[in-house]
Antibody
């Protein structure tokens, strides 16, 4: 059974930093593309960042580029999101998700964690 | 403003058929990128509903189907049930943004 468990959320002041973790199990983490998606209170889903299975290629939404860094530790089956220079508009539930695709088609997010809440406020 | 445009809300009576549209552009749907759909029940985690334009993961009823044409896509739900009341999101990849994108979401109300 695929399981994704996020942690690391909390209250942080504007300009502060936070590192989110996502512990993965039940699938081959080392070869799976992974992603972070966030959802601000009462709002829709926003893709944040993704990392390829080999960990070499990373992608970021323009809204977080230069402030957030995605990474993974294969030995711990864990995905991370380092968030720096946080702003009030980064307040959201952050979900990690496993990515899949059929052939060369567009990736989709087939398994999601329960999410961790990040609140940026003074 | 989302890259993929969905109606904010749709509604239907039990047993009816409803559709939810998702309009993109030549840099995403129109470029041939697949559309995927997610269902988010109130207070829960998003769940994959349709992938690869019209494929259902195991456990998703065949009342749910999707299609794509040109720069648009749509999700159809037949035999509407109370348990279908949820937010629905379309998702694809945008070549101009070099990233994955979601629609703004559509709230389905079962009357």
């Amino acid at each position: 059974e695929v399981q994704l468990l996020e942690s690391g959320g909390g209250l942080v002041q504007p300009g502060g930093s936070l590192r989110l973790s996502c512990a993965a199990s039940g699938f081959t983490f080392s070869t799976s593309d992974m992603t972070w998606v966030r959802q601000a209170p009462g709002n829709g889903l926003e893709w944040v960042s993704a990392i390829r299975g080999n960990g070499v290629k990373t992608h970021y939404a323009d809204s977080v580029k230069g402030r957030f860094t995605i990474s993974r530790d294969i030995s711990k089956n864990t995905l991370y999101l380092q968030m720096n220079s946080l702003r009030a508009e980064d307040t959201a539930i952050y979900y990690c998700a496993k990515m899949s695709k059929v052939g060369a088609a567009t990736s989709y997010f087939d398994y999601w964690g329960q999410g961790t809440l990040v609140t940026v406020s003074s | 403003q989302s890259v993929l445009t969905q109606p904010p809300s749709v509604s239907g009576a039990p047993g009816q058929r409803v559709t939810i549209s998702c309009t993109g552009s030549s840099s995403n749907i129109g470029a041939g990128d697949d559309i995927h759909w997610y269902q988010q029940l109130a207070g829960t985690v998003p769940k994959l509903l349709i992938y690869g334009n019209n494929n259902r993961p195991s456990g998703v009823p065949d009342r749910f189907s999707a299609s794509k044409s040109g720069t648009s896509a749509s999700l159809a739900i037949t035999g509407l049930q109370a348990e279908d009341e949820a937010d629905y999101y379309c998702q694809s990849y945008d070549r101009s943004l070099s990233g994955w994108v979601f629609g703004g979401g559509t709230k389905l109300t079962v009357l």
